[in-house]
């Protein structure tokens, strides 16, 4: 079995500090809040740290010059890390598969799902694979 080391790891510096932010969300505000309100605290939080971020980023989903659908982004993060968030006590298969969809979509090599749980805050790193 690979052991993956902490070198081995896409921009593990940053992907601290986000998840950091939202540890200070939750730790502050606990659970119970919707999505939306732990999306403007977390755009605080990563103001407060000097992170370079958008939020509700728009792409489109087009074929052959069509658009087919459009999808927001949570955040992204110094143009390197998508980071969706929810308010859950768990991951859920469709948040994975959402957040695999917005590398597949961005062209971003990192996502990070972030849960505001009851408990406190889950993450999950996912990457995308190349051929």
């Given at each position: 079995?690979?052991?993956?080391?902490?070198?081995?790891?896409?921009?593990?510096?940053?992907?601290?500090?986000?998840?950091?932010?939202?540890?200070?969300?939750?730790?502050?505000m606990?659970?119970?809040?919707k999505?939306?309100?732990?999306?403007?605290?977390?755009?605080?939080?990563?103001?407060?740290?000097?992170?370079?971020?958008?939020?509700?980023?728009?792409?489109?989903?087009?074929?052959?010059?069509?658009?087919?659908?459009?999808?927001?982004?949570?955040?992204?993060?110094?143009?390197?890390?998508?980071?969706?968030?929810?308010?859950?006590?768990?991951?859920?298969?469709?948040?994975?598969?959402?957040?695999?969809?917005?590398?597949?979509?961005?062209?971003?090599?990192?996502?990070?799902?972030?849960?505001?749980?009851?408990?406190?805050?889950?993450?999950?790193?996912?990457?995308?694979?190349?051929?």
């Amino acid at each position: 079995m690979n052991e993956v080391k902490r070198n081995d790891l896409l921009y593990p510096e940053l992907s601290f500090q986000i998840v950091g932010c939202a540890f200070e969300v939750h730790n502050k505000m606990g659970f119970g809040f919707k999505e939306a309100i732990y999306q403007k605290a977390l755009s605080l939080a990563f103001k407060e740290k000097g992170l370079s971020y958008k939020e509700q980023v728009l792409f489109e989903i087009k074929f052959k010059e069509h658009v087919l659908g459009k999808r927001f982004f949570d955040f992204i993060v110094d143009d390197k890390i998508v980071v969706e968030i929810k308010r859950d006590d768990k991951f859920s298969k469709a948040n994975i598969d959402q957040t695999i969809e917005y590398l597949r979509i961005s062209g971003l090599k990192l996502a990070l799902l972030i849960n505001f749980g009851r408990e406190g805050v889950l993450s999950k790193r996912l990457i995308k694979l190349t051929k």
